[in-house]
């Protein structure tokens, strides 16, 4: 696996150079405001080839989920973020020309991967 991944430093609030198939965003976006994260996913999306995949790994806010929306709080004091409902998701990843493949909840359910492709 060693040879077929690399990780790379940097701020992804510059461009990117990694040019990859896959591209992982793990517990980066609840800390951002959707203008922050629409600039994220931007500069992702501006290196990603047309078979690239994004996969996004955050909670997702459910409405009767009252410890996340206790964290959501707690992040939105702290960080001036937020966790974010599906419908959030869909709506800041397709400002950046994103759409949702597929959905992947990590067992007990707290915890979901979303794969997102570009809408090109």
Known sequence: LSE?????GGSFFDS??????????KHVLHDWTDEKCGEILRNVGKIMGPESKLLIMESILAPDDYDLQMIDFM???EADGKERSISDFETLLKSA????????TIPPGKYTI???????
């Open 4 to 8: 077929r991944c690399k990780t790379a």
């Open 16 to 25: 990117l150079s990694v040019v990859g198939d896959c591209y992982i965003l």
């Open 75 to 77: 992040i939105w004091i």
């Open 97 to 104: 020309d994103f759409k949702i493949s597929r959905l992947i």
């Open 114 to 120: 979303i794969e997102a492709v570009l809408n090109k």
